[in-house]
């Protein structure tokens, strides 16, 4: 079984400030992909970056950045520059072989003026 | 490319009822996945259908199925329903295929009320 913890339930950031997101995965597989979505207010779920398993590279997309350690089964979002735009509820989720996606419980951050 | 679309966006029924959610994914996405996001359980798997076929599913009970269609689009029916099926239905395309990356695309949801 796959599972995937997100311990702060809720965050807030400074706008223009950078701001990490915890998440730790539990899974027996070796080949899995880890993504972060946002959902905001409209609640429409929205990609933000993913990682495969087997890439030691960290994965960035724009402002948005993960720290990424296998061997600690830790997926942390680094978000500079934080945006009023970014205030969302972000989910840490995990795929593996069969394809379907595992949440975690979430991290609603708000992004303060 | 336009987006997943889900329809319809609100609904409400009684307990007992039945009811259909319909999902179209982004063209050429040929795997449609669908879950059930609510405030105590949060995001949960309900099945994947690729090619007309359930390719994988959730722990659910029978009263919730699917199914797709030859164009990719697919439909899910809950059957009898419950207080606590009232929840966000998120439907999710993605390839399917290997090679082509497992990302998942979602629609804006389907919210649900049973009263």
């Known amino acids: 079984a796959q599972t995937v913890t997100q311990s702060q339930p809720e965050m807030s950031v400074q706008e223009a400030e950078t701001v990490t997101l915890s998440c730790t995965y539990d899974?027996?597989?070796?080949?899995?992909?880890l993504f972060w979505y946002k959902q905001p207010p409209s609640r429409q779920m929205i990609l933000v970056i993913r990682q495969e398993a087997y890439k030691q590279q960290n994965a960035t997309e724009n402002r948005f950045s993960v720290n990424f350690q296998k061997a600690a089964k830790s997926f942390s979002l680094k978000i500079s520059d934080s945006q009023l735009g970014d205030t969302a509820m972000y989910f840490c989720?995990?795929?593996?072989?069969?394809?379907?996606?595992?949440f975690g419980s979430g991290t609603q951050l708000t992004v303060l003026p | 490319k336009a987006g997943v679309t889900q329809t319809p966006r609100y609904l409400i029924k009684t307990r007992g009822q039945q009811v259909t959610l319909s999902c179209s994914p982004i063209s050429g996405h040929r795997s449609v996945s669908w879950y059930q996001q609510t405030p105590g359980q949060g995001l949960q798997f309900l099945f994947e259908y690729f090619s007309e076929t359930q390719r994988n599913k959730g722990n659910f009970p029978g009263r919730f199925s699917g199914r797709q269609f030859s164009n990719s689009r697919s439909e899910m029916n809950v059957s009898t329903l419950e207080l606590g099926d009232s929840a966000l239905y998120l439907c999710?395309?993605?390839?399917?295929?290997?090679?082509?990356?497992?990302?998942?695309?979602f629609g804006p949801g389907t919210r649900l009320t049973v009263l």
């Open positions: 989720a995990l795929s593996g072989s069969a394809r379907q996606l595992t």
């Open positions: 899974t027996s597989e070796n080949n899995y992909y």
């Open positions: 999710a395309s993605s390839p399917g295929t290997s090679g082509r990356g497992p990302e998942q695309f």
